[in-house]
């Protein structure tokens, strides 16, 4: 590895892949800055004047936005960023993009016109959702209901996408190459969280529902009518078979296999994080 000596930049810095990005970067005592709102300086995503002093002094940013790439908006967004970032002398942007989402390939077009240089790290379903963000509730509740049907999907873990992008930002020869990061095979939901309950040894159930079913679930417990409806319109696009195949990508850059969802499952479960006393975080 060929560590810089200028200062790294992980946006959602404390988010699922984010916070995994900079423990990587503080254990090779590469200089990193989190990106967060509540960082100093602080960074937020819907506040492009508190762009600039984040950037000062950056030389590399892991690119990673809030609330997702494929979210309507996020390349406009993420195309201001990039620009800003270039203007502030930094050189390199590795971008998380998701596999198979318009809008995340429009902000993949927004960081390449930028005049960086650029690293685009694909991921699907990250396999951490389960215990980390929106379905860890689901999980202890036993019911996990979401609107995808039988399709299957290769789990991606959070620690296969930091280890990726920490070599894009740490090793030479990653500058324009598109990365797309999968786990080992495909699963079904109903497989995963099959899984789920066969290790942990509780009832825990998979069941498909409607998106307005799932977006009635999400606001009946607090989630804003806006995220959930921009979150299942995500879900219905790229959930339709486009992402159901498997890619060596994690073993032709590390060198290792990927994650598989199984030792995912057997690590998380002895956490205790999906025992009903549990509280749960979430982000990219």
Same mark, same amino acid.
């Given at each position: 590895?060929?560590?810089?000596?200028?200062?790294?930049?992980? &946006?959602?810095?404390?988010?699922? /892949?984010?916070?995994?990005? !900079?423990?990587?970067?503080?254990?090779?005592?590469?200089?990193?800055?989190?990106?967060?709102?509540?960082?100093?300086?602080?960074?937020?995503?819907?506040?492009?004047?508190?762009? @600039?002093?984040?950037?000062?002094?950056?030389?590399?940013?892991?690119?990673?936005?809030?609330?997702? =790439?494929?979210?309507?908006?996020?390349?406009?967004?993420?195309?201001?960023?990039?620009?800003?970032?270039?203007?502030?002398?930094?050189?390199?942007?590795?971008?998380?993009? %998701?596999?198979?989402? =318009? *809008?995340?390939?429009?902000?993949?077009?927004?960081?390449?016109?930028?005049?960086?240089?650029?690293?685009?790290?694909? $991921?699907?379903?990250? /396999?951490?959702?389960?215990? +980390?963000?929106?379905? !860890?509730?689901?999980?202890?509740?036993?019911?996990? $209901?979401?609107?995808?049907?039988?399709?299957?999907?290769?789990?991606?873990?959070? @620690?296969?996408?930091?280890?990726?992008?920490?070599?894009?930002?740490? @090793?030479?020869?990653? $500058?324009?190459?598109?990365? *797309?990061?999968?786990?080992?095979?495909?699963?079904?939901?109903?497989?995963?969280?099959? @899984?789920?309950?066969?290790?942990?040894? #509780?009832?825990?159930?998979?069941?498909?529902?409607?998106?307005?079913?799932?977006?009635?679930? &999400?606001?009946?417990?607090?989630?804003?009518?806006?995220? $959930?409806?921009?979150?299942?319109?995500?879900?219905?696009?790229?959930?339709?078979?486009?992402? +159901?195949?498997?890619?060596?990508?994690? *073993? #032709?850059?590390?060198?290792?296999?990927? #994650? %598989?969802? /199984?030792?995912?499952?057997?690590? /998380?479960?002895?956490?205790?994080?999906?025992?009903?006393?549990?509280?749960?975080?979430?982000?990219?």
């Amino acid at each position: 590895m060929t560590a810089t000596a200028h200062t790294t930049l992980v &946006l959602a810095g404390t988010g699922k /892949t984010g916070r995994r990005v !900079v423990s990587r970067l503080v254990a090779h005592d590469v200089p990193v800055r989190v990106g967060s709102r509540r960082a100093d300086p602080p960074f937020d995503w819907q506040d492009d004047t508190t762009w @600039e002093p984040a950037l000062r002094g950056i030389d590399a940013a892991y690119v990673a936005f809030y609330p997702d =790439a494929a979210f309507p908006g996020a390349a406009r967004i993420v195309g201001s960023f990039a620009d800003r970032a270039v203007a502030c002398g930094v050189r390199h942007l590795v971008l998380l993009a %998701d596999r198979g989402s =318009a *809008e995340a390939e429009r902000c993949e077009q927004a960081v390449q016109d930028s005049g960086a240089e650029w690293t685009i790290v694909r $991921a699907g379903f990250i /396999t951490q959702n389960f215990s +980390e963000a929106f379905l !860890v509730e689901l999980v202890r509740a036993g019911m996990v $209901a979401l609107p995808v049907g039988d399709v299957v999907e290769p789990f991606t873990d959070a @620690e296969d996408i930091a280890d990726v992008a920490f070599a894009a930002l740490t @090793e030479n020869g990653h $500058a324009g190459r598109i990365y *797309e990061v999968t786990g080992p095979r495909l699963l079904t939901f109903a497989d995963a969280v099959g @899984e789920i309950a066969r290790v942990t040894g #509780r009832e825990v159930r998979y069941l498909p529902v409607t998106p307005e079913q799932f977006v009635s679930s &999400l606001t009946g417990r607090g989630v804003p009518v806006e995220y $959930a409806t921009q979150l299942v319109g995500l879900m219905v696009e790229v959930f339709d078979g486009r992402r +159901e195949n498997a890619t060596d990508t994690v *073993e #032709r850059i590390l060198g290792r296999p990927p #994650r %598989d969802f /199984t030792e995912y499952v057997q690590k /998380t479960a002895a956490t205790g994080v999906w025992d009903a006393h549990s509280e749960s975080s979430g982000g990219a």
